[in-house]
């Protein structure tokens, strides 16, 4: 461009930066800010704010903050677009800081500064901005704004503020509810468990577009409804052309319910009937659809099959079939090849240790966790949240930091009790490596493993929830890894024992707990 003595201005700077922010690409983004720079570009006010977003996106906070210290004029975009970095990489707390310095602010910031605060479980604080924003700063929510907070509950499991935003959004849009609105509607409600509630508002729409199925159907995947998904498929067809995140939702939701010959159907037609090639998430899902149902031989023909190299998710999928179908010999073959792939995943380096823990061979399972802690390589422990009274609760294995904890351990010990005497008997096999350095669990005798199981982040926040909500209420629990097979096992005994509706969001899908029965019927 300069070879052809075209003049370059402040705009052209902007699209390099918002190129090199798309892109991730942190050094091309470093050399256009020394261009910028050298070019006298330092006072434009839109450069500046490009260059700032792209530092943001590529999580260089601290030039971000010296480029904004050294501008001579700001702008609300320049404090907005430094704001939303700071909630990004440094926290709320001092994003609140910065907030409460701002001279001017816009629609943006405070939708930046409320998500926060609801993505950090602080219910009360974010429905504070709420009052502040609408009622004595006199903005009001747009589209953009109303599906920002949408998102935000989504993420953290806040129907609560989740529904404020419905009725918001219905008493205060003449017309009908912008579709993108509705849509991160269906999202949001299906990601906080209440599916039924994603499904009416799915239902009452005039006009839906693919990501709107596709948010329903990945919603009804999550709750393990494969059957509802299939019976979707062909109304959804008809109204719009299904795409690559379709099938993903198609082939999850198989999976999920053990629906292999539909899951195998669908899979086979992508190309033929859909026209659509094979992604990295449909096989991942097919591999996990057959090897959980134990087809371990034709997922592996699949992946050897592949158009595109395997990543860690197929792998990993095929890895937990082994697993589950204690097939030791594979899974060693597997986890070499994983191990060299990804060093640091303990995803992985953990199930392998279960499965030489459950074939007996304790030697080799604790030899794993040595290698790993001489490496410095620990798992992320596991957390339990629970929303109640508009605060978040979270819990972790053997938690005793919460102000209740002396009543949350006496319900632990009448639980464990009552349960036991309906048919409850601890699984000490599962979840062997717990990443802690507190002494070796493998040296423990079975009283110590069972009240080490009993103190699980699930189980701390199940109790929790029975003794701070009222009797017959549903629970609804999120967990931030997978829900282990002896508390799936505990809890469903807890709903029949205490008459209690209990859904737990753990990172793969919802298990529904009513009645002594699971949603998963034990197929997750």
């Given at each position: 461009?300069?070879k052809?003595d075209?003049?370059?201005d402040e705009?052209?700077?902007?699209v390099v930066f918002?190129a090199?922010a798309k892109m991730g690409c942190e050094?091309?983004?470093?050399?256009?800010?020394g261009?910028?720079?050298k070019?006298g570009?330092?006072?434009?006010i839109?450069?500046?704010n490009?260059?700032m977003?792209?530092?943001?996106?590529?999580?260089?906070?601290?030039?971000?903050?010296?480029?904004f210290s050294e501008?001579?004029e700001?702008?609300?975009v320049?404090?907005?677009v430094?704001?939303?970095g700071v909630?990004k990489w440094e926290?709320?707390?001092?994003a609140?800081l910065?907030?409460d310095?701002m001279?001017?602010?816009?629609?943006?910031a405070w939708?930046v500064?409320?998500a926060?605060?609801?993505?950090?479980g602080l219910?009360k604080?974010a429905?504070?901005l709420?009052?502040e924003?609408?009622f004595?700063?006199?903005?009001?929510?747009?589209?953009?704004?109303?599906?920002?907070?949408?998102s935000a509950?989504?993420?953290?499991?806040?129907?609560?503020?989740?529904k404020w935003v419905?009725?918001?959004?219905?008493?205060m849009i003449?017309h009908?509810?912008?579709?993108?609105v509705?849509t991160t509607l269906?999202?949001?409600?299906a990601?906080?468990g209440r599916?039924?509630d994603?499904?009416r508002?799915?239902?009452?729409?005039?006009?839906?577009?693919?990501?709107t199925?596709?948010?329903?159907?990945?919603g009804l995947?999550m709750?393990g409804?494969g059957d509802?998904?299939?019976?979707l498929?062909?109304p959804?067809?008809r109204?719009?052309?299904?795409?690559d995140?379709t099938?993903?939702a198609?082939?999850?939701?198989?999976?999920h319910?053990g629906?292999v010959?539909?899951?195998r159907?669908f899979?086979?037609?992508l190309e033929s009937?859909y026209?659509?090639?094979?992604s990295i998430e449909?096989?991942s899902?097919?591999?996990?659809l057959l090897?959980r149902a134990?087809?371990?031989?034709e997922?592996?023909?699949i992946?050897r099959g592949?158009?595109?190299?395997p990543?860690?998710v197929?792998?990993?999928?095929?890895?937990g079939?082994f697993s589950v179908h204690?097939?030791?010999?594979?899974?060693?073959?597997?986890i070499k090849?994983?191990v060299?792939?990804?060093?640091?995943?303990t995803?992985?380096h953990?199930?392998?240790?279960?499965?030489?823990s459950l074939?007996g061979?304790?030697?080799?399972?604790n030899?794993?966790?040595?290698?790993l802690?001489?490496?410095?390589?620990?798992?992320v422990?596991?957390i339990?949240?629970?929303?109640v009274g508009?605060q978040i609760?979270?819990?972790?294995?053997?938690?005793?930091l919460?102000?209740q904890s002396q009543?949350?351990?006496m319900?632990?010990d009448?639980?464990?009790?009552?349960?036991?005497?309906a048919?409850y008997?601890?699984?000490?096999?599962?979840?062997?490596f717990?990443?802690?350095?507190?002494g070796?669990?493998?040296g423990?005798?079975?009283?110590?493993?069972e009240?080490?199981?009993?103190s699980?982040?699930?189980?701390l926040?199940?109790?929790f929830?029975l003794?701070s909500t009222?009797a017959?209420?549903p629970i609804?629990?999120f967990?931030?890894?997978?829900?282990?097979?002896?508390?799936?096992?505990?809890v469903k005994?807890?709903?029949?024992?205490y008459?209690r509706?209990i859904v737990?969001?753990d990172r793969n899908?919802?298990?529904?707990?009513k009645?002594?029965?699971?949603s998963?019927?034990d197929?997750?």
């Amino acid at each position: 461009m300069r070879k052809s003595d075209v003049s370059i201005d402040e705009y052209t700077m902007v699209v390099v930066f918002l190129a090199s922010a798309k892109m991730g690409c942190e050094q091309f983004g470093i050399q256009g800010h020394g261009c910028m720079v050298k070019m006298g570009f330092s006072s434009s006010i839109k450069a500046c704010n490009a260059v700032m977003d792209m530092y943001v996106k590529c999580g260089l906070i601290d030039k971000t903050r010296r480029i904004f210290s050294e501008m001579g004029e700001k702008s609300v975009v320049s404090w907005t677009v430094v704001l939303g970095g700071v909630v990004k990489w440094e926290g709320f707390e001092n994003a609140r800081l910065l907030f409460d310095k701002m001279p001017e602010r816009n629609e943006v910031a405070w939708t930046v500064m409320i998500a926060a605060y609801i993505e950090n479980g602080l219910t009360k604080e974010a429905f504070g901005l709420l009052r502040e924003m609408l009622f004595e700063s006199g903005f009001e929510l747009n589209f953009v704004t109303l599906s920002s907070l949408l998102s935000a509950c989504a993420q953290s499991g806040n129907v609560l503020v989740g529904k404020w935003v419905h009725m918001y959004a219905l008493k205060m849009i003449e017309h009908e509810i912008d579709i993108v609105v509705a849509t991160t509607l269906i999202n949001m409600y299906a990601k906080c468990g209440r599916i039924d509630d994603a499904f009416r508002v799915f239902l009452v729409m005039p006009r839906r577009n693919v990501i709107t199925w596709n948010a329903m159907l990945s919603g009804l995947a999550m709750q393990g409804k494969g059957d509802m998904v299939l019976d979707l498929v062909g109304p959804m067809i008809r109204e719009v052309n299904p795409d690559d995140v379709t099938f993903t939702a198609i082939l999850s939701a198989c999976s999920h319910s053990g629906l292999v010959d539909q899951g195998r159907h669908f899979f086979y037609s992508l190309e033929s009937t859909y026209g659509i090639k094979p992604s990295i998430e449909h096989y991942s899902c097919v591999v996990d659809l057959l090897g959980r149902a134990g087809y371990l031989e034709e997922a592996e023909s699949i992946i050897r099959g592949m158009t595109i190299p395997p990543n860690e998710v197929v792998l990993g999928s095929l890895l937990g079939s082994f697993s589950v179908h204690k097939n030791l010999e594979l899974g060693e073959c597997l986890i070499k090849e994983l191990v060299q792939m990804y060093p640091d995943n303990t995803e992985y380096h953990v199930l392998l240790s279960n499965m030489y823990s459950l074939a007996g061979k304790n030697d080799k399972a604790n030899s794993i966790r040595v290698v790993l802690r001489s490496r410095g390589v620990r798992k992320v422990p596991g957390i339990s949240s629970i929303y109640v009274g508009g605060q978040i609760h979270s819990f972790s294995a053997g938690d005793k930091l919460h102000l209740q904890s002396q009543e949350i351990y006496m319900m632990l010990d009448e639980m464990i009790r009552k349960i036991r005497l309906a048919g409850y008997a601890p699984d000490t096999a599962c979840q062997k490596f717990s990443g802690s350095n507190d002494g070796d669990y493998y040296g423990y005798g079975q009283e110590e493993k069972e009240q080490a199981l009993f103190s699980h982040s699930e189980k701390l926040a199940v109790c929790f929830g029975l003794i701070s909500t009222q009797a017959g209420m549903p629970i609804y629990i999120f967990k931030n890894l997978r829900i282990c097979q002896d508390c799936h096992s505990a809890v469903k005994i807890v709903s029949k024992v205490y008459n209690r509706e209990i859904v737990i969001r753990d990172r793969n899908r919802f298990h529904r707990f009513k009645l002594g029965s699971g949603s998963c019927f034990d197929y997750w």
